[in-house]
């Protein structure tokens, strides 16, 4: 089976030749000590944000850490953005800090791309015509996880108590967004929507309804 073939025979519950090795994210920290690329700068100044809410790595790119680490599919990142602190932790992965939105008036500070942009889609489109034998994942978050680094975990769990509207407004700008975006990215030629917003645990939800 090729790689791609391997990963969609799982997901259908059928048995692959073996075990797809499947990741949604490779570190560029990571990725630096065994691959000599040039990753892009982003434009606040660091690669690894660029991980975290905009595609860093080019198909090609992308397909030589697939063969070097054996998996069997390869991603593309699109997420809307975050309105929160960044830090930069060692070797300059990622962390966010408190939370930008905090009440009505931080509403103004959340500019959305256009979903009904098409160059919002064009790099997104070559990449899944480049995916050869790999399988393609449009990697985004649907809303729940922004929603909270946004406004940062203790002031969302406060909003909960006293100010449920401003969660629900936030919530519905990030869903209505990846709603319409998501409706554009299916038809691009992608084999997996993936969203990696902290939904739940194990055993129950990550936050009760």
């Known amino acids: 089976m090729d790689p791609r073939t391997r990963v969609l025979t799982a997901l259908q519950h059928r048995e692959p030749d073996r075990v797809p090795h499947f990741e949604f994210g490779v570190d560029p920290a990571l990725v630096r000590h065994f691959l000599p690329l040039d990753l892009p700068q982003s434009p606040d100044g660091g690669h690894e944000f660029a991980c975290v809410e905009r595609n860093l790595y080019s198909a090609e790119q992308a397909k030589q850490i697939a063969a070097f680490l054996r998996l069997d599919n390869i991603c593309y990142t699109l997420r809307a953005p975050v309105y929160a602190e960044r830090h930069p932790g060692a ?86 967004w990846t709603a319409a975006m998501a409706e554009r990215a299916c038809r691009l030629g992608f084999d997996l929507f993936i969203t990696t917003d902290d939904l739940a645990y194990n055993c129950l939800l990550y936050t009760s309804p």
């Open 91 to 176: 070797d300059g992965r990622p962390f966010y800090g408190a939370g930008l939105i905090r009440n009505e008036a931080d509403l103004a500070r959340i500019q959305l791309p256009d979903p009904y942009d098409d160059t919002l889609y064009a790099e997104a489109a070559e990449f899944a015509r480049q995916k050869e034998g790999y399988a393609a994942c449009l990697v985004t978050r649907i809303g729940i996880f922004p929603t909270i680094l946004s406004m940062g975990l203790e002031g969302f769990s406060l909003a909960l108590y006293d100010n449920r509207a401003l969660v629900e407004t936030v919530l519905d700008m990030y869903f209505d």
